[in-house]
Nanobody
Framework: QVQLVESGGGLVQPGGSLRLSCAAS????????MGWYRQAPGKPREFVST???????TYADVVKGRFTITRDVAKNVVYLQMNSPKPEDTAVYFC??????????WGHGTQVTVSS
């Protein structure tokens, strides 16, 4: 079983910056992929970014060039650096992890609000 705890959400102005963190804990922790998804009010959950154990990254087109995902494999922590956020980035951001046994896990989410 893997537990994911997000932190770092809050209110940020358009054009500002914000960094989200997610720490994984649990037994038999060998996480292959970690990443972030988000869900805005009235919309389905959508992919934001992932990073593999080897450091390969993927991004949704709408955040490419503005958000950067990084990962500390030894500490089982993933970060999402959000630069130049836009009001449309407002959502609950969920941490995601896939363990070596292919099971997928989700955090409870952290609210990000982009507003002046």
């Amino acid at each position: 079983q893997v537990q994911l705890v997000e932190s770092g959400g809050g209110l940020v102005q358009p054009g500002g910056s914000l960094r989200l963190s997610c720490a994984a804990s649990g037994r038999d922790l060998i996480i292959f992929t970690m990443g972030w998804y988000r869900q805005a009010p009235g919309k389905p959950r959508e992919f934001v970014s992932t990073v593999s154990r080897g450091g390969s990254t993927t991004y949704a087109d709408v955040v490419k060039g503005r958000f950067t995902i990084t990962r500390d494999v030894a500490k089982n922590v993933v970060y999402l650096q959000m630069n130049s956020p836009k009001p449309e980035d407002t959502a609950v951001y969920f941490c995601y992890a896939q363990n070596y046994d292919t099971n997928e896990y989700w955090g409870h989410g952290t609210q990000v609000t982009v507003s002046s």
